[in-house]
């Protein structure tokens, strides 16, 4: 999400059944929107809930119809009702999908993709490379977010951007 022209990235290691990954959803959407073309988002997946691979499998599935955020934004919103204190429920996300407006049987095919497997292998051990032990994990143009919490997620920001883009 955002420019590929960005100078700051703001790489977020997620989780799709994570509560605290919805809850930080909208604040995020605002720092983008509150600097139009100067960050890009990108999202990695520290899958650490059980199951959530299976959610990150259906939204990589989603991405191939263009649909990845459509599908985050709908799976973020109905997360109370399949991954409700830490009791995934997979079979109750399908009811939701639709209104992502994504075709069920492609995704129900597309998510058994090997290839997903291997991105989330991948993401995980750059997860741990970088000690990311819990979701969501921030990193600013490569700076870890030392002290999670809103306030200091925006301080980084701003202040890298404020570094690369001076006035």
């Known amino acids: 999400m955002g420019s590929d022209e960005a100078k700051v990235y703001l790489i977020e290691f997620m989780d799709p059944a994570c509560e605290t990954c919805a809850a930080f ?21 520290a899958p650490f809930h059980e199951g959530a691979d299976y959610f990150v499998k259906i939204l990589e599935a989603a991405g191939r119809q263009g649909k990845y955020w459509e599908t985050l934004d709908v799976m973020y919103r109905s997360q109370p009702h399949w991954a409700s204190h830490h009791n ?74 404020r570094a690369t883009y001076p006035e």
């Open 25 to 45: 959803s909208p604040f995020v959407k605002h720092l983008m929107n509150t600097h139009p073309g100067r960050i890009k988002l990108v999202l990695r997946y």
């Open 88 to 161: 995934p429920q997979p079979e109750k996300i399908w009811q939701f999908l639709p209104y992502a407006g994504v075709d069920l049987d492609q995704i129900r095919k597309d998510m058994n993709d090997p290839e997903f497997v291997r991105l989330i292998e991948q993401d995980l051990a750059d997860a741990a490379a970088l000690d990311v032990r819990k979701t969501p994990g921030f990193f600013v143009n490569g700076k870890p977010l030392q002290t999670f919490g809103y306030e200091q997620l925006q301080e980084l920001v701003q202040a890298e951007i």
